[in-house]
């Protein structure tokens, strides 16, 4: 059973950068497709970005392209999201999720969830 722990929010002013990580264990992430989620107050979850199993194609949401980016280390088993020129919209509880091979699938796609850690953009 893969298990997924979120860490790296906190409160950053806009313009600021955060580094999330998610860590698996129980199993290796060598063949998961890993998304990063996120979802704000009265919102629906989101994805923002996601990096396949093979050969780690990314996918990023407009809303954020340019701004984050996100990697994986599989000798880790870890999988980073970058966030850089962080905006007050960003504001949200982000999740890792993951999913066999490729991205392909929305929220309701995914195999495995995170609990997820709490970002905050404010001045």
């Known amino acids: 059973q893969l298990q997924l722990v979120e860490s790296g929010g906190g409160l950053v002013q806009p313009g600021g950068s955060l580094r999330l990580s998610c860590a698996a264990s129980?199993?290796?992430?060598?063949?998961?497709?890993i998304g990063w989620f996120r979802q704000a107050p009265g919102k629906e979850r989101e994805r923002v970005s996601c990096i396949s199993s093979s050969d780690g194609s990314p996918y990023y949401a407009d809303s954020v392209k340019g701004r984050f980016t996100i990697s994986r280390d599989n000798a880790k088993n870890t999988v980073y999201l970058q966030m850089n020129s962080l905006k007050p919209e960003d504001t949200a509880v982000y999740y890792c999720?993951?999913?066999?091979?490729?991205?392909?699938?929305?929220?309701?796609?995914?195999?495995?969830w995170g609990e997820g850690t709490l970002v905050t953009v404010s001045s």
């Open positions: 129980g199993s290796t992430l060598d063949y998961y497709a």
């Open positions: 999720a993951a999913e066999l091979y490729y991205c392909h699938s929305g929220p309701a796609g995914m195999d495995y």
